[in-house]
């Protein structure tokens, strides 16, 4: 018999801090297949991007209003399983994540 697979889907808004904050953990049970980060802040709040290592302002994923980073493997990528963090320039951003996982 066949086992049903299980996918867990995550869509929420999350407020970035001025240090670096969990935006999603690590994944130990299964495989991300997506992935999707976007920078909703409407006054200029820049928000920076780590994945594996903690985010550091003004490196890595440089998200500025309006942009989207995006990992999927409908697109022939296998997104990583690591832990993301994120940082803001200014304590109002917002970033939108969606997030699709797997489970063994």
Do not use: C
């Not at 994923?61 to 022939?76: F, H, K, Q, T």
């Amino acid at each position: 018999m066949e086992q049903a697979i299980k996918e867990v889907i995550d869509d929420r808004t999350q407020t970035i801090p001025l240090t670096a904050a969990v935006v999603s953990k690590a994944v130990f049970n299964g495989q991300r297949k997506v992935l999707s980060l976007m920078n909703t802040s409407l006054a200029g709040e820049i928000i920076s991007i780590g994945i594996l290592n903690q985010a550091k302002a003004g490196q890595g994923i440089v998200l500025n209003p309006g942009d989207r980073y995006v990992e999927s493997i409908d697109a022939g990528y296998s997104p990583s399983n690591e832990q993301v963090t994120a940082i803001a320039s200014v304590a109002t951003a917002t970033l939108a994540v969606h997030e699709v996982i797997t489970l063994n």
